[in-house]
C-alpha cells in the first residue's frame, strides 16, 4: 500500500573545495670580493679541503633553492589556508594536514602499532580510501613504534621498499591493504597521514616571459651582484575523502626487550 505513493524525494547537495597558490620569494647578494676569490683556500692549508666553489652565484642558487624546497614541503603538509588579495593580504596555499576532515580520527592517546593502522584504514575505506598505494607519513617517534611492535610480536621488519615520485617508501602489510611508511619530521609528533601520492601535484603559476622559479637580477646598490628567486606553487591534493589521519596518539617511545 505504501508503494502506491511515492516516498519524499531526496537531494544531494554539492561543495568545491579549492586551494590557492603561494608565493616563495628569496633574494641574495653576492659581493665583487667573494666574485674575486673563487676556487681560493680559505683558513688552514690542510689535506683534503675544498675550495672555494669555481662559480660563487652557482652555489647560492643551489643553497637557495634547498631553502625554497624545503619551504615548499613544510607548507604542503601544514599550510594553513588563505584566500588573499593582491595589495596586503598574501595567498597561502592548504596543507595536507588542514585539507583532511572526512577521515580524521582521534587516537585517544594510542601508539601507532600494527592494529591501530589497520582499523584506521578500515573505516577511511568505507569514506572512500582506497589503500592501495597510499602512503603513511609521520614523524619518527610514530615509525620507530611500529617497528617495535613488529619486534614484541615476533615479526621482522624486512627493508622491501618501492619509489613513489623519487622517494624510497618501505612497505606495511595489513588485512585492510598494504600501506607504504614514509618518515617525515614536518607532521608534527602525535599525529599520522595516510597520503594518496597519485592523486597530489604541485600547481605553478608561471609569470609571463620568464616562468616559474626564475633567477632575476635586482638594482645595484653598491659592490654587489644582487638577484631574486620568484616563483608561485600550490598543492594540488584531489578529493579529500582520497586521504587520512589519525591525531592525538602516544609521543612516548618504548624500547623492545
Not at 666574485?35 to 660563487?56: D, H, I, R, W, Y
Not at 596555499?93 to 584504514?121: C, H, K, M, Q, S
Not at 614514509?182 to 620568464?210: D, R
Amino acid at each position: 500500500t505504501q508503494s502506491l505513493t511515492a516516498p519524499d524525494p531526496k537531494f544531494s547537495t554539492r561543495e568545491q573545495g579549492t586551494n590557492v597558490c603561494q608565493i616563495f620569494q628569496e633574494a641574495l647578494a653576492i659581493s665583487y670580493g667573494k666574485l674575486s676569490s673563487m676556487g681560493q683556500l680559505s683558513g688552514l692549508n690542510v689535506a683534503g679541503q675544498e675550495a672555494n666553489p669555481a662559480t660563487e652565484l652557482d652555489f647560492q642558487v643551489a643553497i637557495t633553492m634547498e631553502e625554497i624546497r624545503k619551504n615548499i614541503e613544510y607548507t604542503f603538509i601544514k599550510g594553513t589556508y588563505q584566500k588573499g588579495g593582491y595589495d596586503d593580504v598574501a595567498y597561502k596555499t592548504r596543507g595536507i594536514l588542514e585539507a583532511i576532515t572526512t577521515n580524521a580520527e582521534a587516537g585517544a592517546g594510542a601508539v601507532l602499532d600494527f592494529w591501530t593502522v589497520a582499523e584506521a584504514l578500515t573505516k577511511f575505506k568505507k569514506n572512500g580510501l582506497n589503500a592501495d598505494g597510499v602512503v603513511l607519513m609521520a614523524p619518527g617517534i610514530h615509525i620507530m613504534q611500529i617497528n617495535a611492535d613488529a619486534v614484541k610480536n615476533g615479526l621482522t621488519s624486512v627493508p622491501a621498499s618501492r619509489e613513489v615520485n623519487g622517494i624510497k617508501i618501505r612497505e606495511l602489510i595489513t588485512p585492510a591493504g598494504t600501506v607504504g611508511l614514509l618518515e617525515n619530521n614536518y607532521i608534527p609528533e602525535g599525529t599520522a597521514t595516510f597520503v594518496n601520492p597519485s592523486v597530489c601535484a604541485p600547481v605553478y603559476m608561471p609569470v609571463p616571459g620568464k616562468g616559474n622559479f626564475f633567477l632575476e637580477s635586482l638594482a645595484k646598490t653598491g659592490a654587489a651582484d644582487k638577484y631574486q628567486i620568484y616563483g608561485q606553487c600550490g598543492l594540488d591534493y584531489g578529493a579529500e575523502w582520497l586521504h587520512g589521519k589519525i591525531t592525538g596518539l602516544d609521543t612516548t617511545f618504548t624500547r623492545p626487550e
